[in-house]
C-alpha cells in the first residue's frame, strides 16, 4: 500500500498510480460479482440468492466467482478497511506531530480502497439497512480494523512516553480511546455524504473536514 500525504491545505490525499489493463479488468470484474450480488440479494433476500445466479448476472463462470469471493456474503460485505502497510505503520509510530492530522494520513490509504467505488457502496448501504446479519457481518469487519489501530497507536503512544509503556492498562485505554475518537471521525464524514447523497461534497472531501474539525471540537471541550 502506497504512504499517502496529507496536503497543505489540509486535504488528505492518497495519490495512486493508474492501473494496467490487467489490473483494470480485474477490478472491473470484481466489482460486477459485487454489484450482481448486492442487487439480487436486495432484490429477493440472501438466501433466495445462489452464487451461480449472482455469476450468471455478473457474465463470468461460478469458478471466476470464487477467484475473487469465497462466499456470497463476502462478496456483499466488501474488502472494509484494511490496515495500513508496516512502513506506513512504522511512519505514524515515527511521527513526532500531533497524532490527529498523523491518523489521517495513516487512514488515507486505506480510504482510497475502500472508498473506490461509490456507487457499490450506496447499493451496500441501502442492503444493509434491510438485513441486520448482512449488517452485522460489516460491522464486525471494522471492530477488525479498530483493534488493529488501537495496536498501532499504542505501539506509537508507548515509543514517545516510557512511563506510559510500562502501565499496559493505562496505555491500552488511551490508545483505544484516541483511535475511536479517529473513527468516530470516519463514521461522522460517512454519515454526512450520505445523507446528502454526495450532492454537495464527495466522501474524500467530507472526511478531510471531519479531520481538520476534530482538533477544534476537542479543544472546545477542554
Keep these: ?70 462466499s456470497k456474503e463476502e462478496a456483499i460485505i ?39 467505488d461509490q456507487e457499490v457502496i450506496r447499493l451496500r448501504r441501502a442492503l444493509m439497512k434491510s438485513d441486520p446479519e448482512l449488517s452485522a457481518r460489516r460491522w464486525a469487519s471494522l471492530h477488525r480494523f479498530e483493534a488493529a489501530l488501537i495496536d498501532i497507536v499504542a505501539r506509537r503512544l508507548a515509543a514517545r512516553d516510557p512511563a506510559l509503556a510500562a502501565d499496559e492498562p493505562v496505555l491500552r485505554a488511551r490508545a483505544r480511546l484516541t483511535a475511536l475518537v479517529a473513527v468516530a471521525g470516519m463514521r461522522h464524514a460517512w454519515m454526512r455524504w450520505m445523507d446528502d447523497n454526495g450532492e454537495h461534497a464527495s466522501l474524500q472531501d467530507r472526511l478531510d473536514d471531519a479531520f481538520r474539525e476534530l482538533p477544534l471540537v476537542l479543544a472546545a471541550g477542554a
Excluded: W
Design 1 to 70: 500500500m502506497q504512504t499517502c500525504t496529507l496536503c497543505k491545505n489540509g486535504r488528505v490525499t492518497a495519490p495512486d498510480p493508474e492501473p494496467g489493463l490487467r489490473e483494470r479488468k480485474r477490478l472491473a470484474t470484481r466489482r460486477a460479482i459485487q454489484v450482481a450480488a448486492i442487487t439480487l440479494v436486495h432484490e429477493r433476500g440472501l438466501d433466495a440468492v445462489t452464487i451461480d445466479e449472482i455469476a450468471r448476472v455478473a457474465d463470468v463462470s461460478p469458478r471466476t466467482f470464487f477467484n475473487y469471493f469465497a
Design 78 to 116: 466488501g474488502d472494509g478497511l484494511t490496515p495500513p502497510s508496516e512502513a506506513a505503520q512504522q511512519e505514524f509510530v515515527d511521527d513526532a506531530g500531533p497524532i490527529l492530522p498523523a491518523l489521517a494520513r495513516l487512514f488515507s490509504g486505506a480510504i482510497a480502497i475502500a472508498l473506490r
